[in-house]
């Protein structure tokens, strides 16, 4: 099976770790400026995933279904979904990769799954639009497929290769849709989308940890410490008549 090539650039390596949404201190906090700057932007509401995976299709010239495959057996659609070595969001990007492909913030739905749709397409161009290659390189990066001529003998992608297709070729994909809201965060899918665990290590439908989520919290908390002393502050200069 093949795709014809189209021509695009991107770059392929992957490194770094993943950074939290919003700006960050030098001590690695987020500044307060960011987070008063944001949390009326920090609204809720929902994204149809089906949408963004056909414009993601069309703008890339990759079928939506062959996106939504990688992104089901990635994340099962999981905005939120974060794993072991570090890969982000519904189609998995490495923050280093994301970068490359102009992801900004890889828990946004939209912006991974065009960023995932863009070196899908790079990757079949790279392999004379052969999938099951584009598919390896994916999962283990276009380096190993040309090292060993083919899908490399690695366990993972030995099996990621046919999850994949078989997905693909078993008709059309429905990812639903995901609520959005939270700290900087994105919530599970709640209408349609597959069932099943995704591949891999990716885990849970929040993008921040247990340690990141209770940090986000102490620092909403200052600030509202803060708003509460600053409110106090301007009461004691009223004059009462």
């Known amino acids: 099976m093949s795709i014809e090539p189209i021509s695009t650039s991107t770059e392929s390596t992957a490194t770094s770790s993943a950074s939290t ?18 949390r009326s932007s920090l609204s809720s509401g929902s994204a149809d995933l089906d949408a963004i995976f056909e414009a993601a299709g069309e703008k890339h010239g990759v079928p939506p279904n062959l996106i939504k495959a990688v992104a089901k057996a990635e994340s099962n ?10 890969a982000i969001g519904i189609m998995q990007l490495m923050p280093g ?31 004379g639009g052969d999938v099951s290659m584009a598919l390896a390189a994916y999962n283990a990066g276009p380096g190993a497929v040309e090292k060993y001529g083919g899908i490399p003998p690695y366990k993972e992608t030995q099996s990621y290769v ?23 965060g994105y919530g599970a899918v709640v209408t349609g989308g597959a069932n099943g665990s995704a591949s891999g290590s990716a885990s849970g439908s929040n993008p921040l940890s247990s340690a ?6 102490k620092q909403m908390l200052l600030v509202k410490v803060i708003e509460m002393q600053m409110k106090s502050s301007d009461d004691d200069d009223k004059t009462v008549f």
């Open 162 to 184: 046919p999850k994949v297709l078989g997905y693909y070729n078993g008709g059309n994909i429905a990812a639903g849709t995901v609520r959005l809201g939270g700290f900087g």
């Open 21 to 38: 949404v919003g700006a960050r201190a030098p001590n690695g906090d987020l500044a307060f400026s960011e987070i008063l700057g944001k």
């Open 77 to 86: 659609f999981r905005p939120g979904a974060t794993s072991s070595a570090g």
């Open 212 to 217: 990141a989520l209770t940090e986000a919290m």
């Open 97 to 127: 990769t994301a970068r490359s492909l102009g992801v900004s913030d890889p828990y946004d739905p939209e912006q991974n799954i065009m960023g995932g749709a863009k070196y899908l397409r790079a990757q079949l161009d790279r392999f």
